[in-house]
Nanobody, 122 residues
Framework: VQLVESGGGLAQPGGSLRLSCAAS????????MSWARRVPGQRLEWVST????????TYADSVKGRFTFSRDNAKNTLYLQMDSLKPEDTALYFC????????????????WGQGTQVTVSS
């Protein structure tokens, strides 16, 4: 299993970023996938989970209405569109295999990538 995130960087409050995650080494279209984030010194926080076919998407209350999770099963790729960014969104963002709504912590996932840093600051 390999999950490679990209697209992080520095954004101003109110700005946008789009994260991508390239997946390989497993039958991507058969698995629910998730995004999670971690602030240094804090627990891994669940952000969103998408079903295998992309029909069902659940978001943490902290990002609902601002983040949009999507997937392209033909390209084995996940996307996280992040709009109206806030300083509290600053974290290392991971895409992860599996997961379920509301489940935070590494034990909730089968695998995860190396992460991409998102920093929201003026």
């Amino acid at each position: 299993v390999q999950l490679v995130e990209s697209g992080g960087g520095l954004a101003q409050p109110g700005g946008s970023l789009r994260l991508s995650c390239a997946a390989s080494g497993f039958p991507f279209r058969n698995y629910a996938m998730s995004w999670a984030r971690r602030v240094p010194g804090q627990r891994l926080e669940w952000v969103s989970t998408i079903s295998d076919d992309g029909a069902d998407i659940t978001y943490a209350d902290s990002v609902k209405g601002r983040f949009t999770f999507s997937r392209d099963n033909a390209k084995n790729t996940l996307y996280l569109q992040m709009d109206s960014l806030k300083p509290e969104d600053t974290a290392l963002y991971f895409c992860a295999l599996g997961g379920r709504p509301g489940c935070s912590g590494y034990g909730c996932y089968q695998n995860w990538g190396q992460g991409t840093q998102v920093t929201v600051s003026s």
